[in-house]
């Protein structure tokens, strides 16, 4: 059984850094992709970022525009924690912050439909 729990998140001022983590164990096999999603109220769920390897390759990454360049996902040498680095937040950044990991190689894989493990969320909210 694979379990994927968030820590981190909460409230900064427009400018700010926030660090999130996502630990994922019961992991057997040797490709996975992580991703993060976030879901701000009254909008869908969307991706924010993913990390994907195989065996012992480092990870690709993948983010998407609204984000790239303030954020970074990177993941330990073991693979089993997953960070996620925000700088320069927005007040349009605030959302709940949720992990997914998926049982594939998948770089660039966006589809929150194709992740099958997911964490509770993270709330991150950023003050104007």
Known sequence: QVQVVESGGGLVQAGGSLRLSCAASGRTLRSWTMGWF?????????????????????????YSDSVKGRFTISADN????????????????TAVYYCAAARIWAPGL???GAFMYWGHGTQVTVSS
């Open 38 to 62: 976030r879901q701000a109220p009254g909008k869908e769920r969307e991706f924010v970022a993913s990390v994907s390897w195989s065996g012992g390759s480092d990870g690709t990454t993948d």
């Open 78 to 93: 073991a693979k089993t924690t997953v960070v996620l680095q925000m700088n320069s937040l927005k007040p349009e950044d």
């Open 110 to 112: 966006r589809s929150a």
